[in-house]
């Protein structure tokens, strides 16, 4: 078998910073639904930049700091990426990615969802073999607010085909399943 080429090699690699890159996209949607702040954190440089438009626009150490709160007092999140393209020029890339979010919170008006999309346009820097966010603008496409009525586990919705078994749900922290069966993300 022939070694690989010079442009087979650089392909590779841009393959490789892809995933890396991608991987950071994922973290950051892990740690903020299961309040996992480390995680979180581990995907800014240290002088790293978020701009949420009117909601926060500061340090990505900022933004964290400033979310916490408002996600603490919610009863469920969801965070998801989607469409990601992302364009890698040496040690800097450009990437855009389709973001969806689920949110629960009792507060005030009862039990109410509010769901929205948009998009982060991220610009990341690769420092000492590390990808990470320099600077993210995100993008907000639609949302909307909607008040709770039963959910799918009511038997009003759907009649359960095995009641007397308990449904697991998502929790915040170490007590969501995924840490108990030993899941753990390693943070970089």
């Known amino acids: 078998m022939a ?84 364009e890698v020029n040496q040690d800097k890339a450009i990437t855009e990615a389709y973001w969806l979010v689920y949110l629960r919170s009792s507060e005030n008006q009862g039990l109410i969802d509010i769901i929205g999309g948009g998009r982060y346009v991220d610009q990341f820097e690769r420092i000492d073999g590390v990808w990470k966010i320099r600077h993210r603008q995100c993008i907000f496409d639609w949302d909307r607010v909607d008040k709770v009525t039963p959910h799918f586990g009511d038997e009003t919705v759907i009649k359960p085909n095995n009641p007397e078994n308990t449904t697991i749900r998502g929790f915040r922290g170490q007590k969501d399943y995924s840490y108990q069966v030993g899941f753990l993300a390693k943070i970089l």
Request: aromatic share 10%; net charge negative.
């Open 3 to 86: 070694p690989f080429s010079g442009k087979e090699i650089a392909k590779i690699q841009e393959m490789m910073d892809k995933l890396s890159i991608t991987e950071v996209l994922y973290r950051y949607c892990r740690g903020i639904d299961r309040m996992d702040r480390e995680l979180v954190l581990s995907c800014w440089h240290t002088d790293g930049t978020a701009d949420y438009g009117a909601l926060f626009s500061g340090l990505g150490s900022g933004f964290v700091n400033w979310v916490w709160p408002i996600h603490e007092r919610m009863e469920r999140t969801q965070h998801n990426i989607t469409n990601i393209l992302i």
